[in-house]
């Protein structure tokens, strides 16, 4: 599971290390596992998968890898169709003549369901022929401790070792439920987001826990319109910049805090922002960093902002 979506767990001799991710919501899974093997040999297999002509049998992704170093291995994937990338941590302790493994995935891009793909990435490294992989270099047996993907995430082993045309069915099935998950998509999410999650003053999120406690459903239907996942992301980029700065990230947040608040659903009351947030806005319009990210959400999400930005009209300093 991603830092930002779970507990950090311990493994039996080391932390679980995970890559991270850009994505404020994403899918991720974590194993443990011991492997009847050195791990010298453990990370050699997993090395020599990565950089052969080896097929990974979840859809034909491509690994690549990032970084290694005593004990630690840092690897990414691409998948079969090109559109989507994860990052992979894998830390290793040799304990007696067996391996200790700890191993974490992470999308890189928006996700909640990801069809046991990033637990599929994990296990597709270090599985053996006794569960009917392909080996290159080593081959050994490797008993899992502990599977433990996100919400909404997958741990199904039969996943792991797919035709193409398999998932193309999935997606495809998937694709023709569209016109009934959808509906105001953006709204909706973005309305169910702002009304029951306060934003972190350092940060600039609200906290994925809530968001996915109050907002599950609508974040689902957002995965499958391009418009809705542009969107949030666009507009998460726009805060990049005020992220961890104690003034203007305080001012964006007393205003979003504020809408939140007194002038809930989507988009805003401009009557309702002109009369409870006048203050706030006023704070952050008379600075330019501040008012520029709230004009660059509002592009991202046309009318988000419109009535906070409208709420004080003087000139930036």
Known sequence: ????????????????????????????????????????????????????DWKDPHNGGTYSVLSKADGELNLQRVTGNKKFTDKMTFTFSQEGSQCAVNACSESQSFSIGDFSTNYCNLRN???????????????????????DPSFGAGGDKKACIVKAASVANVLEKTMLRQP?????????????????????NRTLQPSPLCVLGN???????????STCRHGVMCELGCFDDLKNTEDDAARLAGVLECMRA??????????????HCTVEAGACALHSKC????????GCVPGKYAAALAAFTQPVV
């Open 1 to 52: 599971m991603a830092p930002t979506l779970s507990l950090l767990l311990l493994g039996t001799a080391a932390a679980m290390k995970c890559p991270g991710s850009k994505s404020w919501i994403h899918a991720s899974a974590e194993v443990e596992a011991v492997a009847d093997a050195s791990c010298d040999d453990v990370m050699s297999e997993m090395i020599a998968r990565v950089t052969s």
């Open 125 to 147: 490294l270090y599985c053996g022929s006794a569960d009917g992989c392909v080996t290159v270099k080593h081959d050994f047996t490797t008993k899992e401790s502990k599977v």
């Open 180 to 200: 009934e998950l959808l509906g105001g998509t953006t709204e909706d999410t973005l309305g169910c987001v702002s009304d029951n999650c306060p934003v972190d």
């Open 215 to 225: 907002c599950t459903k609508n974040l689902a239907k957002c995965l499958f319109s």
């Open 262 to 275: 007194h002038c809930p659903g989507f988009p805003p009351s401009k009557t309702c922002a002109a009369l």
């Open 291 to 298: 008012r520029s990210a709230l004009e660059c959400a509002d």
